[in-house]
Each structure stands twice: as structure tokens, then as C-alpha cells.
């Protein structure tokens, strides 16, 4: 089993929101053969605590117009980490540091990376 087209369409959405609010370098990993609480974990970075929060609104928003209702919410008031749960994508937004730190993407660098088929200036942050 794999990551269902559903996850990768709401994968899709969040960063496309998440882009035009100033994320930084999207990476979408399938973790549906090792979690069994979702299927991608949705990695991405903001440059201030201000630009995170930006970024985690933006996503909410463009979330619930498609109606997709966000289960729970951590680490808004401090804007360093907030991770959004939207049952089969959770998502990490990281201001650039922490994201560095705590390196997300080598932890899980056994879940193949999901292609999100985003315009080319999209993946260029």
C-alpha cells in the first residue's frame, strides 16, 4: 500500500497554499507503509516565527475551502514547529533552523519521496 491519490491531492493543496505564503522547500515523504495514522508527512520551512504561523494559516485556510478539516493543531503559539493533522497528511512547518535541527527528511529517508507534480518554479526555493 502507498500513499492514496486522495493524500497526494491534499498534499498538493497544502503547498500550493503553503508556496504562495513563502514556504520554503517543500518535501512530501510516504509514510503510510511504516505509520498507520496517515499516509504523508508534509515537510516545509518558513525564514521567521511570523512567516511559520503565515504559512500554517495558509494551509488551514486553503484546507477548509476545499472542506478538509484540520483534526489538531500543535506549536502555533511558539512558531518554531506546528505540526497540522489532516488524518492522512500531517504537516510539519519549521522555521528554517529548527527544520535543520531536528532534520525530518533523514529521519524518515526510507519513505520514498512523493511527487507532487508542482510547476518547476515551485521547487526551486
Do not use: C
Request: aromatic share 6%.
Amino acid at each position: 500500500m502507498t500513499a492514496s491519490e486522495i493524500s497526494i491531492e491534499l498534499a498538493r493543496l497544502a503547498t500550493e497554499a503553503a508556496l504562495e505564503r513563502g514556504a520554503i522547500d517543500p518535501v512530501a515523504i510516504d509514510v503510510s507503509e511504516r505509520v498507520f495514522l496517515t499516509d504523508i508527512f508534509l515537510v516545509l520551512s518558513a525564514d521567521s516565527d511570523r512567516g511559520v504561523r503565515a504559512v500554517a494559516d495558509a494551509v488551514d485556510e486553503a484546507m477548509l475551502k476545499a472542506g478538509h478539516k484540520r483534526l489538531r493543531r500543535e506549536g502555533h503559539d511558539q512558531a518554531r514547529w506546528i505540526l497540522q493533522d489532516y488524518d492522512h497528511l500531517v504537516i510539519h512547518v519549521f522555521l528554517q533552523e529548527d527544520r535543520e535541527f531536528y532534520d525530518l527528511e533523514r529521519l524518515w529517508a526510507d519513505g520514498p519521496r512523493v511527487d507532487l507534480q508542482l510547476p518547476e518554479a515551485a521547487n526551486q526555493d
